[in-house]
């Protein structure tokens, strides 16, 4: 089910699916990514972990149609690598994903031919241990109201499905919760008059 509000992905981490092929070594890892620093950061985490790795190529689709993409050879001819990783992720029609093939040079070259059949087979292969799920966008919403209508807010969260990730009570209550984007509007609207500052 893909809408304006839904996306494909894994629904986690997947690490150490490993290949070989003419002495080199093939590692594979897939993570389920929201945002560039994240990303980032599973990329240098992966580079301290294989630090005499010759090469760490990688593709991600982020963004709910995978707009944001990109697709690295790392030092491997071009189109050999990351290209082939990245049509993994359209053929599994996932976005928000990162994958990353590290290789250990094992002293055969493989030829560009072989590299491409290589770097995707270990993309596949990773995917293929993946659960594949879909998500709805959510965003975070701050509410605030006196606590008089604090029963009939947590009412209306809870029908709408909405998931309270904070609660403070100070002079007025405020909850911080995370809402599906599709039912946004609607609920907003049935809180109404009950929040502060609307």
């Known amino acids: 089910m893909e809408s304006s509000y839904s ?21 594979s890892y897939a993570y389920p990514v929201l945002d560039e620093e994240q990303l ?11 630090p ?12 709910l149609k995978g707009e944001n993409y990109r697709a690295n050879d790392d030092g491997e001819p071009s189109g050999s690598a990351g290209l082939p990783i990245y049509n993994q992720l359209l053929r599994h029609n996932i976005t928000n994903v990162l994958l990353i093939v590290v290789r250990y040079y094992g002293g055969t070259k493989l030829g560009v031919g072989g590299l491409v059949k290589v770097y995707k ?6 995917l293929d241990y993946a659960q594949i799920v879909t998500k709805e966008l959510e965003k975070t919403l701050i509410l605030e ?3 008089g209508y604090q029963n009939q807010i947590f009412t209306l969260l809870n029908k709408f499905n909405a998931k ?3 609660f403070h009570s100070t002079t007025y ?12 509007n609607e609920m907003m ?9 609307r």
Not at 7 to 20: C, E, H, Q, R, S
Not at 40 to 50: A, D, F, M, V, Y
Not at 121 to 126: D, F, V
């Open 189 to 197: 609207q049935a809180l109404g008059g009950m929040l502060k500052n």
């Open 52 to 63: 005499k790795a010759t090469h760490h190529c990688y593709a991600f689709r982020l963004g």
């Open 173 to 184: 209550g405020r909850i911080k919760a995370l809402v599906r984007l599709k039912v946004e």
């Open 40 to 50: 980032k950061q599973r990329l240098e985490e992966i580079k301290s972990l294989h």
């Open 145 to 147: 109201f006196d606590f």
């Open 121 to 126: 087979e270990s993309a596949k292969q990773i």
């Open 7 to 27: 996306y494909n992905t894994i629904d986690g981490p997947i690490l150490d699916v490993i290949l070989k092929e003419k002495g080199s070594k093939f590692i």
């Open 164 to 166: 309270v990730v904070d």
